[in-house]
């Protein structure tokens, strides 16, 4: 079967070691993200005939990763498009407290609600140009990934956009991008992949740890993947 080298600088994989090491772990090896996306996305990824592209909307950057029938076919990182970097840009120019932003990404986002005071949809409207002016840009990124794979698997297009990562969970995003991408896009929760007995909360609705999911997992046993 086919194998993927995915190569690491010595110096980056030991201090990754080491710091683990300090905290008691025994390190058996290291792990691909993309392919942690991947077995976190297999509900999806699994019955696809075209290809799928999994966006991590992560703390410091847009990680899209493009999957075609099992396999990791393309990864880019877009740095500087991260929840971070929105975060300061509000931050900056609009003086809000962190709380403040907490609620308007976590608990309004898109999904705007006019029916308050003046004053309280007027902060909502200053907020949503950010949030368009980011994800706008996130956009373009995507669409270019997106058209470099057309022309790479013509005959296999984009049949879902799916989401990770604490942008993910941004209420109203997988509605947004579906219109900006016209492609169907849906947002990955940890319930979605996994089923939990214990009192786990708002943890399981949280796309943020989906990836962890994924990293936890064993790879799935395609024959096309190797270690």
Known sequence: PPVMAVPCRHEAADELVKTLGRGGFDVLGLDMEGWAVARACHPWVHQ?????AAVDLGWD???LVLLYQGVVVYERS???????????????DLQFEPDVIDYLLCDIGFE?????????????LKTSGYLESH???????LLLSMDYAHSQYPT??????????????????AEHLTIALETSVTSV?????????????????????????????????TGKEAA
């Open 61 to 63: 950057s847009t990680t």
């Open 156 to 173: 296999a297009p984009v049949e879902q956009v799916l989401l990770l990562g604490g942008g993910g969970g941004i209420p109203g995003v």
């Open 135 to 141: 994800f706008a840009m996130i956009t373009r990124e």
């Open 112 to 124: 705007l609600d006019m029916r308050g005071q003046e004053d309280d949809w007027k902060l909502l």
């Open 48 to 52: 696809a005939e075209g290809l799928i």
């Open 189 to 221: 929760r940890p319930r979605d992949i996994i089923s939990s007995e214990t009192e786990t909360g708002r943890l399981l609705d949280l796309p943020s740890l989906t990836l962890a999911i994924g990293l936890a997992q064993p790879a799935q046993n």
């Open 78 to 92: 877009t740095f500087g498009a991260g929840i971070r970097q929105l975060r300061q840009t509000i931050t900056r």
